[in-house]
Structure formats: C-alpha cells, structure tokens
C-alpha cells in the first residue's frame, strides 16, 4: 500500500490536500475518509492503511485546511483543546462543499473502478450522513456522529444504503439523540443500526481510554459487511482458507504459508496458546514449530462452513497419530504412537485477499484423554467419543451426566 497526498480544488477556489492510500492490486472501489476533530492524525492514517487491505482505495481530505492545513493532532489533553478550538471554527457547509469536491475528484481517478463510499468517526460520523445526503456517495458508514440530531431535516435526502454504529455510553452522543436519529431513518429500508452496550464515544479508536477492542473489531466487520454488499470488491475466502490449509498440510511450505497472509498477521491456538503476532514471529513458528511438529497422516474432516464478509468459521475433525512431539499441541509431551480425533473449530479473519489472524480451538482435555495422560474416571471430560458425538448427533447424549436417568417420565 501505498500513502500519497493529491490536490483537490475547491468550489469557491484554492486547492487543499487529500491523502491518497492504495490497495495492494492499485485500484478499486473507493472510500472518503472523514476525519475526527483531531484532523488527519496518525489514526486516520492508520484507518486509510486498514481499509486499503480490505481493497478500497482510501482519500482523505484535509477538511481542517481552511482553518490551517495540514492539522494533526493527538488524544492529550492539550491536544484535545486545541481540536476543540479548531471546530469552533469549522464551516459544516464549506466542508460538505469539499467533501463534494473530493467524492467528483474520486470518481475521476484511473485507480477509482467502481463505486465510491464514505466512512467517518466523531466529526467525521456526522460528515458521513452529510456526504450520503448531499454529496452523491453511493453508501455511507458513521460512527458515532456528534450532532447528527441537528441536522435530521436532511434525513430523506439520504437515499443509499447506510450504517450508524453508537455506543451505549457515550457522553457525546445521548441516548436521546440516538433515538431520534432511529425515528428519522425508520422508514429508510436500506439503513442499519449498530447499538454497542457499555462501549464509550471513540470505541474504535486504539491508544485512547475507550477504546473498546471487541466492539471496534464487531463493528468494523459490519462496515466491511456494507461496502463489500454495496461496491465489492467480493473475494472469494473459502478458496483463499484452503490455499492457506493446502500450504501448511499439503506442501508444508512456510514461506507459500505466509504469502497467503498480510504483513502483520497472527495466529493464536487457544487451548495451548501458541501461534505468533507479526510476520517475524509468525514464520518462526511455521518453520520450527507447526509445519514441521504436526503428524504425517494428520487429516483434517470437514462438518461445517460459515462465511462472512472478512472471516470464515470452519468447523472439523482433527484426526492424527501422535508420533511425533506436537509442540503446538502437545508441547514437552513424548510422542505416545495413539490415534486421536478431536473436534476443532477454526475462526479465519481476512483483510481483503489476505489472512489477518486464525483464533483456534479445540478440547485439550479429550486430546490428553485420548494419549492416556488424563484419566476419564470421575472427570466430566471424554475421550474419541467428542469427535464421534460430533459427526454423528445420533449417538447417546447426556452419557456424563449421572442424574439424566433421574429425569425420565415415569411410565404411565
């Protein structure tokens, strides 16, 4: 990816800058970031960096530039003065002026080949609903808008598809607001909204208080739900997962391995707490730990497959013989020569073509059941039967359960 600045020009004249952040391909569909009231800061840098992964080609205008260009600022208390300072002078309609001098700009790049959308934070939420209601963009993302309340006379100008992600606690943005903002979209079929209970104003926003990880990662997988859904571009995951999986149990070659991922990927098995964070870490581990330390007759039996807009969830058997010392699973344990079955469940986020990180999971306890190093009795763990239970819902349930037989009907 690359981050370059172009000029724009204005309506009523001069010119102002606007960061440029391509995709890995060069071109696609395209994005109008809007800014916070903290301009364009290491953080919408970074926001450019992510959804240019994701395939989008990124502009981000510098809406401060009539003020002074070129602010970027921190989250400290200074700083957050200084941001403060600089919206009480911001012209909300000059701005939508430039953002309709962007999105025209946009439109008219070699590298912009589809449909152009907007995404927006704090300031930059309450831009996103400008920009869908009057700057032509053909969907729009907005998180937590400040003051969208206020402008809800412009409500059914807004004919694209759109999201608004609030949080449940946010100072900023009341509760009442939200509900007023619902009642004003209600008739709109094409608008979604994102409730985060317990979150705080700027959850999605990494090195300030409130950031909230797992709210920000939810909502941005239904950001990316609504520009994949409206503009594309659509890759195929599945096809992507299992070069992924050919490459680590098929050819066993660490480098096509990590070809397959971004540059900062991570891997973490749960039970055992191995994998990597980062591509130096991340290739060791192929190289001396997974590839390598994982049996020859391992297979792995598919029972089922969810697929998102950024993640598969691939649900298996894992089936193999433990003859060699498994450091990923087994670390430290002798190889004991028996066969194990194990249900395992994969969760695989993507960032546009590429993999970003594996959660996996599966029952430790039935795998040291099943190499005899855990004994069954009087333990409500199983063995094989897991995995059999798994395939076949047939079988008996309730076999750990010794009050099930207490619960029977008596026969009439």
Avoid at 338 to 343: L, S
Wanted: proline fraction near 6%.
């Amino acid at each position: 990816m690359t981050g370059t600045y172009m000029d724009i020009a204005a309506a009523d004249g001069g010119n102002f800058k606007a960061l440029v952040t391509l995709p890995e391909s060069g071109s696609g569909p395209a994005i109008l970031l809007l800014q916070e009231i903290f301009g364009l800061n290491q953080q919408m840098h970074d926001v450019a960096k992510h959804y240019a992964e994701e395939g989008y080609v990124v502009v981000a205008p510098d809406l401060f530039w009539r003020i002074e260009p070129g602010i970027s600022l921190g989250y400290d208390e200074a700083d957050f003065g200084k941001a403060l300072g600089y919206l009480g002078q911001f012209d909300l309609d000059k701005a939508a002026e430039d953002m309709g001098a962007t999105v025209a700009a946009m439109r008219a790049m070699p590298e912009v080949t589809g449909m152009v959308g907007a995404l927006g934070f704090c300031l930059g939420g309450k831009l996103a609903f400008l920009a869908a209601a009057r700057c032509g963009v053909d969907c729009a993302v907005s998180y937590y808008g400040v003051g969208i309340e206020s402008l809800l006379d412009e409500a059914g100008a807004v004919t694209c598809p759109m999201a608004f992600h609030f949080a449940g606690e946010d100072d900023h943005v009341p509760q009442e607001a939200v509900a007023k903002i619902k009642a004003a979209f209600s008739d709109h079929k094409h608008t979604e909204f994102f409730d985060y209970p317990g979150a705080a104003h700027a959850f999605s926003t990494p090195g300030r208080p409130s950031y909230d990880k797992a709210s920000a990662m939810i909502a941005h997988t239904s950001a990316v739900a609504l520009f994949r859904r409206v503009m594309g571009p659509i890759y195929n995951l599945v096809e992507l997962w299992e070069a992924h999986v050919d490459y680590e149990f098929g050819a066993r070659d660490v480098d096509a391995t990590m070809a397959t991922m971004v540059d900062e990927p991570y891997v973490n098995h749960i039970p055992t707490m191995t994998g990597g964070v980062g591509y130096k870490d991340l290739h060791r581990f192929y190289k001396n730990h997974f590839i390598p330390k994982t049996p020859a007759d391992t297979k792995l039996i598919p029972i089922s497959r969810t697929v998102g807009s950024d993640r598969v969830v691939d649900e298996m058997l894992f089936c193999f013989t433990h003859d060699i010392e498994i450091d990923w699973m087994l670390p430290g344990v002798a190889p004991t020569r028996r066969y194990v079955e194990i249900p395992l469940v994969g969760i695989i986020c993507f960032r546009g073509n590429k993999l970003y990180h594996e959660h996996i999971y599966w029952d430790q306890a039935s795998v040291l059941v099943q190499i005899g190093l855990l004994d069954p009795a009087n333990l409500p763990i199983a063995g094989i039967e897991t995995a059999k239970k798994m395939a076949d819902e047939s079988l008996p349930s309730n076999t750990l359960m010794a009050r099930w037989t207490e619960s029977e009907p008596a026969a009439e």
